[in-house]
């Protein structure tokens, strides 16, 4: 599958896998991107197990970046979202996400005063080119 | 660190970002309290870390400094950086003084010099007439 890109870089259009294996397949073009996507499965698992099902990677990462520093992204939150489950872990979610190399937030949750969220930031893009992001389906990743 | 006066004025941008991001993620608590909690903790770990990088840099720029305090391995690398920007040098005037290509300097300072070889320091200190004085204590 050949992915488009625009001027800047970044996808001309969101890129859909269905799996996050896919990610090391598509998006592990080097060894610093594979080391990125490896560092960062304890934290998808963790995203798993606290019922999300779908996330999106974007920033640098989601460009043509040999070496982007991180992963930026979101995740999506059902309305269903289990908040007990969340403060039983005893942990912050975000500070442990960004241990593994993610840097996260809530889809739906407001960047500004402007109420933007998150996502919509990352649509927009840096450069107002309005990029593509990766979709995750967490769903359908198959367990070690 | 904050290497321009581009990069300064973003830095300003993305912290009164934070700032108002950090004031209406509370709405967000309606949905989930936690979640609200944990990204207005991290909204603030970062307007943190952008506030000490503009205070750095609002320190650094404000007089020509004659002594460059070393406090860390990482002052010692960025010392070039700072020695340019308290001395209100363009990277081309920079790259005129040591003799490096203003391409690599360019690079040199989006890595903290990090990735410079020691030879090259040496001569950049040397050409620029910064001497070093270090006291090493032992960690306890």
Same mark, same amino acid.
């Given at each position: ?49 606290? =019922? ?7 920033? %640098?990462?989601? %460009?043509?970046? !040999? ?19 969340? !403060? ?23 960047? %500004?005063?402007? =109420? ?13 080119? %309005?990029?593509?992001?990766? !979709? ?9 | ?54 205070? #750095?840099?609002?320190?650094? &720029? $404000?007089?020509?400094?004659?002594? /460059?305090?070393?406090?860390?391995? #990482? ?10 920007? $308290? ?12 003799? /490096? ?10 890595? #903290?010099?990090?990735?410079? $070889? &020691? ?8 050409? /620029? ?12």
């Amino acid at each position: 599958m050949q992915l488009q890109y625009n001027s800047f870089g970044t996808l001309a259009s969101d890129h859909h896998l269905s799996h996050w294996n896919d990610v090391l397949k598509y998006w592990g073009t080097n060894a610093h991107r594979k080391k990125l996507i490896k560092n960062s499965e304890p934290a998808i698992e963790l995203l798993r197990t606290l =019922g999300i099902k779908k996330i999106f990677l974007a920033g %640098s990462f989601a %460009s043509l970046k !040999e070496k982007p520093g991180d992963i930026d992204g979101v995740f999506i939150v059902d309305d269903d979202f289990d908040d007990e489950k969340l !403060e039983a872990l005893g942990f912050d979610l975000l500070e442990e996400l960004e241990k593994y190399g993610l840097d996260f937030y809530p889809a739906d949750m407001p960047t %500004s005063k402007t =109420g933007e969220p998150h996502i919509d930031f990352f649509r927009r893009g840096r450069n107002l080119e %309005s990029p593509g992001l990766i !979709e995750v389906d967490l769903t359908t990743t198959p367990k070690k | 660190m904050l290497t321009s006066k581009r990069q300064y004025n973003a830095a300003k941008l993305a912290a009164e970002d934070l700032r108002s991001a950090i004031l209406t993620q509370s709405n967000y608590a309606e949905k989930s309290s936690a979640l609200a909690r944990m990204a207005a903790n991290k909204d603030k770990r970062k307007l943190r870390e952008i506030e000490k990088q503009i205070e #750095e840099y609002e320190r650094v &720029t $404000s007089n020509a400094l004659e002594e /460059i305090e070393l406090l860390t391995f #990482e002052d010692f690398l960025k010392a070039p950086i700072i020695y340019r920007l $308290s001395n209100h040098m363009t990277i081309s005037r920079f790259s005129e003084l040591t003799g /490096i290509n203003s391409r690599q300097i360019t690079r040199y300072e989006n890595e #903290e010099y990090e990735n410079c $070889s &020691t030879s090259t320091l040496r001569e950049i200190f040397n050409k /620029i007439n910064l001497n070093i004085s270090a006291h090493l204590k032992a960690r306890l």
